[in-house]
């Protein structure tokens, strides 16, 4: 058996058996890495030289400082002040939710962790003001996903460094607006066509909505005792990655808790280190894991000495491990000359325009059943022998078109998200959000990469 033959042998064996046996694919990754390496002809000292230092110093750094904001209220705060806004227009509530969840995924935490936020209050904001669930919960995880390329966030790092290390540069502020724009034309006729200008259904004298029992006001607080089927507990599944994640359905009650004003003081400087890790990155170039590390170490000692072991457990440690594995992994690959190899057999069925369209179409349809970050970090090594094969080629477009391709298709019911929609509607609209998120995973397979290829591929 070829090497060749023999790492893509464990690439399937590895995505099969982490979906299958909810296992971290890092766990795999790691000695396949060794395995295929040695096999190849690499030293140890090879094998290891691919661990990503910078990818894994941004996950644990923001992911560090966001958990510093979950836990001292600065995201919740967030949201209220948010929904006050809309003054009793309930309607567009899954508009503002869009740039909550936007706002929220730029600053960079992984998507679970804020689809996971997000989408149990997009629910239950549905039933509260008769929006359609699907609707709401969609447009809602359409801002997170146009979120995602920010220059601080997991993807854009992931994808700028891997193409840097193959002496490739795209712009990162040009994809943050790229998918920022594909996400909320989605968002718009998924708005437009699913009655997101209809009348809603409850509705009393003077335009204000009929808040259903138990419910609370908008900008009274979201944060809800959330309950899995009316019996209080909370179900859970896992994630791509293999982590544990908490699955709640409906909200029943709402708790206000004072807030005292050293609270607040903490939450703005939680803000404006936020704003710092931003304008550091975009303006001057700093590295986002160690400046969001200086930003939250600054914070920990300022308000909460002491308490620095409730962040740290928070930092996404299986998606830490699930990409420091894979990229490890895929760099064997690369040094083994197994993406030289497909890029010949995709680019000799059609040309090097037709290989990224195919290249696209079977990223969104491995993602459906893997982690879409693992996804991305497998794949995109794969589009650098196709321009090479055709130098005219748009590298923007075609990275854009391979990263919508992988995450554009995580609404599905094999995915947390999918899970996360269909735990938290009520028991009767469960069969039915089921279909709706098979028809969309197979839209989003099949149309969303012809399309955004036919745009940024093949028409320039």
């Given at each position: 058996m070829s090497t060749t033959l023999l790492s893509l042998l464990v690439l399937a064996a590895m995505f099969a058996l982490g979906s299958w046996k909810h296992i971290n694919i890092g766990t795999l990754a790691f000695p396949g890495a060794l395995l295929v390496g040695i096999c190849g002809g690499l030293s140890t000292e090879d094998v290891i030289s691919g661990f990503p230092v910078a990818i894994f110093l941004v996950i644990v750094g923001v992911t560090y400082l966001f958990a510093i904001a979950q836990v001292n209220g600065t995201i919740d705060w967030l949201l209220d002040r948010g929904v006050r806004l809309l003054n009793?227009?309930?309607?567009?509530?899954?508009?503002?939710?869009?740039?909550?969840?936007?706002?929220?995924?730029?600053?960079?935490?992984?998507?679970?962790?804020?689809?996971?936020?997000?989408?149990?209050?997009?629910?239950?904001?549905?039933?509260?003001?008769?929006?359609d669930p699907f609707m709401t919960a969609m447009v809602t995880l359409c801002g997170v996903q146009a979120g995602y390329f920010s220059p601080i966030a997991l993807y854009s790092v992931t994808v700028t460094r891997i193409l840097e290390s193959q002496g490739l540069t795209v712009s990162a502020l040009g994809l943050f607006a790229a998918h920022f724009v594909l996400n909320t034309v989605i968002a718009a006729v998924v708005f437009v066509l699913l009655g997101g200008f209809r009348r809603r259904r409850h509705s009393r004298a003077g335009g204000s909505e009929t808040p259903e029992e138990g419910e609370v006001d908008l900008g009274r607080g979201l944060n809800t005792e959330a309950r899995s089927d009316g019996s209080g507990a909370a179900s859970s599944v896992r994630d791509p990655g293999g982590a544990a994640v908490a699955v709640t359905g409906p909200a029943e009650s709402a708790t206000l808790e004072p807030v005292s004003r050293r609270e607040v003081v903490y939450r703005w400087a939680t803000l404006f280190g936020l704003l710092t890790l931003a304008v550091g990155i975009i303006v001057s170039d700093l590295d986002p894991g160690l400046?969001?590390?200086?930003?939250?170490?600054?914070?920990?000692?300022?308000?909460?000495?002491?308490?620095?072991?409730?962040?740290?457990?928070?930092?996404?440690?299986?998606?830490?491990?699930?990409?420091?594995?894979?990229?490890?992994?895929?760099?064997?690959?690369q040094e083994i000359g197994t993406f030289d190899i497909i890029s010949d057999t995709l680019t000799g069925i059609g040309g090097p325009k037709v290989g990224v369209l195919l290249l696209s179409l079977m990223t969104g349809l491995v993602s459906v059943f893997a982690s879409s970050a693992g996804t991305v970090a497998t794949t995109v090594p794969l589009v650098t022998p196709v321009l090479g094969a055709d130098p005219s080629l748009s590298l923007f477009g075609s990275i854009t078109t391979l990263t919508s391709s992988a995450y554009l298709v995580d609404a599905n019911p094999l995915n947390l998200f999918g899970a996360l929609l269909i735990g938290n509607v009520r028991a009767e609209d469960q069969p039915g959000m089921f279909r709706k998120l098979i028809v969309w995973a197979v839209g989003m397979v099949i149309i969303a990469p012809v399309v955004t290829w036919a745009v940024l591929v093949w028409a320039p």
């Open positions: 009793g227009r309930t309607r567009y509530l899954p508009c503002l939710l869009f740039l909550i969840g936007f706002g929220i995924s730029a600053t960079g935490p992984i998507a679970a962790a804020t689809v996971t936020l997000m989408i149990p209050i997009a629910i239950r904001c549905a039933y509260r003001y008769g929006l400046l969001a590390l200086s930003i939250g170490a600054v914070l920990m000692l300022s308000f909460a000495p002491g308490k620095d072991r409730d962040y740290v457990n928070k930092i996404a440690w299986p998606t830490c491990f699930m990409l420091a594995g894979i990229l490890t992994y895929i760099t064997v690959m």
